[in-house]
């Protein structure tokens, strides 16, 4: 094995344009495969990460509001739903939060907005509220106060420091109404964030959507360890809370944007396999140009005595080397330039940056790092690069040595 492999390397560099060409086939596939599918996958994880991080990864809800998402559905928190929740094996956060829709009004102006109340100590860590207000500042649990939109503010024509008057329907048909000052003014990414939703202290939302008896909430938001626990989490959850409550996926809660991304997906799978069809006859075309090149060496080697067999071996081994070479050449300068992306994301501007930012998306572009990511593009190309080996094992079994010579 060791003399063929000897022989193999030797007849590689006999021609070395040929080979030269052949790896850079290789190279260009598994650069361009990995830059491509690096830049998808990012995009994706970047979309779902954003849509958890304000859903959670599991909603708890009274059982229907899924599909009719009234406030009428709301139901009233206990210790004993609190406890069974986060003592479930795998989760790491439960938020409570009571939402609705209300009428907010400012001097001549009015504007529907969502009210979502939360305990704001917790919210801010997962939101990091505090660090988007640009005016004004946060507010205690136990202020009647409000933060609203830049947008919203800006359309109320409202500051921080005015008070600002909500009114809708609370629960079991009671008007619900109040008036609260303007604590601060935050900045999503998303422009429809900022005109039209409301935070408050989850005590406030409460008093405001049910003055009577406290503790009503419309969800409870989960947070999980590991996405991959999602399945397992969410069977123990509705086992431990029963008929009465549903416990809901962040695939269901966020079925649009997965929708999206699976479109999008199939569209990038298709630009990859023209580019793997490509890739393929490219090496295909070297290969069958080395093997027609080669055929006075095959009548020479075969009439002295050697094997078919071993040459079969020999031209396995040549595409073999050419495939290694190529694939080692790709990773190796397109992995630094992957991990910098992934660090440092391109920005996106015009309207492709609104788009993102209609679905609270910073607009940037983010590139994928992971070790599956290269894994797999190593496998297709390689197996692709394999797949030319059929051509030389066919063409040697086949091989007439008297006609090689008399050509």
Same mark, same amino acid.
């Given at each position: 094995?060791?003399?063929?492999?000897?022989?193999?390397?030797?007849?590689?560099?006999?021609?070395?344009?040929?080979? /030269?060409?052949?790896?850079?086939?290789?190279?260009?596939?598994?650069?361009?495969?990995?830059?491509?599918? #690096?830049?998808?996958?990012?995009?994706?994880?970047?979309?779902?990460?954003?849509?958890?991080?304000?859903?959670?990864?599991?909603?708890?809800?009274?059982?229907?509001?899924?599909?009719?998402?009234?406030?009428?559905?709301?139901?009233?928190?206990?210790?004993?739903?609190?406890?069974?929740?986060?003592?479930?094996?795998?989760?790491?956060?439960?938020?409570?939060? +009571?939402?609705?829709?209300?009428?907010?009004?400012?001097?001549?102006?009015?504007?529907?907005?969502?009210?979502?109340?939360?305990?704001? &100590?917790?919210?801010?860590?997962?939101?990091?509220?505090?660090?988007?207000?640009?005016?004004?500042?946060?507010? #205690?649990?136990?202020?009647?106060?409000?933060?609203?939109?830049?947008?919203?503010?800006? $359309?109320?024509? %409202?500051?921080?420091?005015?008070?600002?008057?909500?009114?809708?329907?609370? =629960?079991?048909?009671?008007?619900? =109404?109040?008036?609260?000052?303007?604590?601060? %003014?935050?900045?999503?990414?998303?422009?429809?964030?900022?005109?039209?939703?409301?935070?408050?202290?989850?005590?406030?939302?409460?008093?405001? %959507? =049910?003055? $009577?008896?406290?503790?009503?909430?419309?969800?409870?938001?989960?947070?999980?360890?590991? &996405?991959?626990?999602?399945?397992?989490?969410?069977?123990?959850?509705?086992?431990?809370?029963?008929? +009465?409550?549903?416990?809901?996926?962040?695939?269901?809660?966020?079925?649009?944007?997965?929708?999206?991304?699976?479109?999008?997906?199939?569209?990038?799978?298709?630009?990859?396999?023209?580019?793997?069809?490509? +890739?393929?006859?490219?090496?295909?075309?070297?290969?069958?140009?080395?093997?027609?090149?080669?055929?006075?060496? $095959?009548?020479?080697?075969? #009439? /002295?005595?050697?094997?078919?067999?071993?040459?079969?071996?020999?031209?396995?081994?040549?595409?073999?080397?050419?495939?290694?070479?190529?694939?080692?050449?790709?990773?190796?300068?397109?992995?630094?330039?992957?991990?910098?992306?992934?660090?440092?994301?391109?920005?996106?501007?015009?309207?492709?940056?609104?788009?993102?930012?209609?679905?609270?998306?910073?607009?940037?572009?983010?590139?994928?790092?992971?070790?599956?990511?290269?894994?797999?593009? /190593?496998?297709?190309?390689?197996?692709?690069?394999?797949? #030319?080996?059929?051509?030389?094992?066919? $063409?040697?079994?086949?091989?007439?040595?008297?006609?090689?010579?008399?050509?």
């Amino acid at each position: 094995m060791k003399t063929l492999l000897k022989i193999a390397w030797r007849s590689l560099w006999r021609n070395r344009r040929r080979t /030269i060409l052949t790896g850079t086939s290789v190279f260009i596939a598994i650069v361009l495969a990995l830059f491509m599918r #690096s830049m998808q996958l990012g995009s994706y994880a970047q979309m779902i990460s954003a849509g958890v991080n304000q859903t959670g990864y599991l909603q708890v809800h009274d059982t229907g509001y899924q599909d009719n998402q009234t406030i009428d559905r709301a139901f009233f928190e206990t210790p004993q739903l609190m406890q069974k929740i986060e003592s479930t094996e795998g989760v790491t956060k439960a938020l409570p939060r +009571a939402e609705t829709f209300s009428l907010a009004s400012f001097g001549e102006k009015t504007k529907g907005v969502m009210i979502t109340g939360g305990d704001l &100590e917790r919210e801010d860590s997962q939101l990091n509220l505090s660090g988007k207000i640009v005016r004004g500042s946060m507010i #205690s649990d136990d202020r009647q106060a409000v933060l609203i939109g830049d947008k919203m503010a800006e $359309y109320l024509g %409202i500051d921080t420091g005015d008070s600002l008057v909500l009114i809708g329907q609370g =629960y079991h048909g009671i008007t619900a =109404y109040g008036i609260y000052k303007v604590s601060g %003014i935050f900045h999503f990414p998303s422009n429809e964030i900022n005109g039209s939703v409301v935070f408050m202290s989850l005590q406030q939302a409460q008093t405001f %959507i =049910y003055p $009577y008896e406290p503790g009503i909430l419309t969800t409870v938001a989960v947070f999980v360890d590991n &996405e991959k626990d999602v399945p397992v989490i969410r069977r123990n959850l509705k086992k431990k809370l029963g008929a +009465a409550f549903e416990v809901i996926s962040w695939k269901t809660i966020l079925s649009d944007m997965l929708q999206a991304i699976k479109i999008d997906n199939m569209s990038g799978q298709l630009m990859l396999l023209i580019l793997y069809v490509i +890739a393929a006859f490219g090496i295909l075309s070297t290969v069958l140009m080395m093997t027609m090149e080669k055929r006075k060496q $095959y009548a020479v080697m075969i #009439s /002295i005595g050697m094997k078919r067999s071993r040459l079969v071996w020999v031209s396995v081994m040549e595409i073999i080397i050419i495939t290694f070479i190529g694939i080692l050449a790709g990773v190796a300068v397109i992995t630094p330039v992957i991990h910098y992306l992934h660090s440092n994301p391109i920005p996106i501007t015009g309207e492709m940056a609104k788009m993102y930012l209609q679905f609270n998306i910073d607009p940037v572009l983010p590139f994928s790092n992971s070790p599956v990511l290269f894994v797999r593009q /190593i496998a297709i190309i390689a197996g692709l690069s394999m797949l #030319s080996v059929l051509y030389p094992v066919i $063409y040697l079994f086949r091989f007439n040595v008297l006609n090689a010579f008399r050509h």
